[in-house]
Antibody, heavy 120, light 107 residues
Framework: EVQLVESGGDLVQPGGSLKLSCAASGFTFSNSYMAWVRQAPKKGLEWVATISTSGTTTYYSDFVRGRFTISRDNAKSSLYLYMNSLKSEDTATYYC?????????????WGQGVMVTVSS | DIQMTQSPHSLSASLGETVSIECLASEGFSKCLAWYQQKPGKSPQLLMYYGSSLQDGVPSRFSGSGSGTQYSLKISNMQPEDVGVYYCQQGYKYPLTFGSGTKLDMK
């Protein structure tokens, strides 16, 4: 059974930093692109970032480019999101998601999500 | 960026009814379209990919169609467990973008 378990969510002040983690199991992590998708309270889904299998290629939404960094550790089957210069509009539930190996354009499995609140 | 315009914003269906949700892309692509269901308080789940391919474990009353800029999701024989919010998403190019969602509830 595929499992994606996020952690690291917290209340943080504007301008602060946070690191999110996602522990993966039940599939060959090193063969899958991985991503973060967020959902502001009562709002829709918004893609944040994607990372290739080896970690050498990354993609970011314009809203987070330059402030967030996605990375992975295939030996630990873990995905990370380093979030800097946080703004109130970054307040959201952050989901870790896997992308299928053959066509990494959509999200086949999702974690339960972790809440990030940016407020003073 | 490819904008995804989803309609309707919300709809209600009776038990056993058939409903359709539409998604219009700002530029065309070849079936790189996925549909997700998000039940209240839960994470999104993949329903369809490549426009019309059913994800494993998804009931066959869900079906997808379309190409180019127009795509649709049909739910036949509406069941209580189908209540939730449905999103389309294009996987053709970055940035990956979602529709705004369609809230489906039961009459």
């Amino acid at each position: 059974e595929v499992q994606l378990v996020e952690s690291g969510g917290d209340l943080v002040q504007p301008g602060g930093s946070l690191k999110l983690s996602c522990a993966a199991s039940g599939f060959t992590f090193s063969n899958s692109y991985m991503a973060w998708v967020r959902q502001a309270p009562k709002k829709g889904l918004e893609w944040v970032a994607t990372i290739s299998t080896s970690g050498t290629t990354t993609y970011y939404s314009d809203f987070v480019r330059g402030r967030f960094t996605i990375s992975r550790d295939n030996a630990k089957s873990s995905l990370y999101l380093y979030m800097n210069s946080l703004k109130s509009e970054d307040t959201a539930t952050y989901y870790c998601a896997s992308l299928p190996t053959v066509a990494p354009g959509y999200f086949d499995y999702w974690g339960q999500g972790v809440m990030v609140t940016v407020s003073s | 960026d490819i904008q995804m315009t989803q309609s309707p914003h919300s709809l209600s269906a009776s038990l056993g009814e058939t409903v359709s949700i539409e998604c219009l892309a700002s530029e065309g692509f070849s079936k790189c379209l996925a549909w997700y269901q998000q039940k209240p308080g839960k994470s999104p789940q993949l329903l369809m990919y490549y426009g019309s391919s059913l994800q494993d474990g998804v009931p066959s009353r869900f079906s997808g169609s379309g190409s180019g800029t127009q795509y649709s999701l049909k739910i036949s024989n509406m069941q209580p467990e189908d209540v939730g919010v449905y999103y389309c998403q294009q996987g053709y190019k970055y940035p990956l973008t979602f529709g705004s969602g369609t809230k489906l509830d039961m009459k």
